[in-house]
């Protein structure tokens, strides 16, 4: 099992910044990739970005390219994403995830944080 838990959401204006955190624990050893996810109020969740543990190889949605970043801490065994830039239509729920998998799919879920952008 894996335990997430996301922190780092708030209330900031359109242009501003936030940087949520992702604490993994229990056994993360054998974790391939992390993830950011979001979903917005009568929307679907949707993936925003994702990372592989052990490259630092990147992936993300191309609404959050240039503005958003996800890094790890590997000792720390953290997640995090730095968002720039900041727009209302980011405004959302956002869930941290870990997979063990190397094809699709997820295995473990924050409970989310809070992030609303005020224009």
């Known amino acids: 099992q894996v335990q997430l838990v996301e922190s780092g959401g708030g209330l900031v204006q359109a242009g501003g910044s936030l940087r949520l955190s992702c604490a993994a624990s229990g056994r993360t050893g054998n974790i391939y990739r992390m993830g950011w996810f979001r979903q917005a109020p009568g929307k679907e969740r949707e993936s925003v970005t994702a990372?592989?543990?052990?490259?630092?190889?990147?992936v993300y949605a191309d609404s959050v390219k240039g503005r958003f970043t996800i890094s790890r801490d590997n000792a720390k065994n953290t997640l995090f994403l730095q968002m720039n830039s900041l727009k209302p239509e980011d405004t959302a729920i956002y869930y941290c995830?870990?997979?063990?998998?190397?094809?699709?799919?997820?295995?473990?879920w924050g409970q989310g944080t809070q992030v609303t952008v005020s224009s």
């Open positions: 995830a870990a997979s063990y998998r190397v094809t699709s799919g997820w295995d473990y």
């Open positions: 990372i592989t543990w052990g490259s630092g190889s990147t």
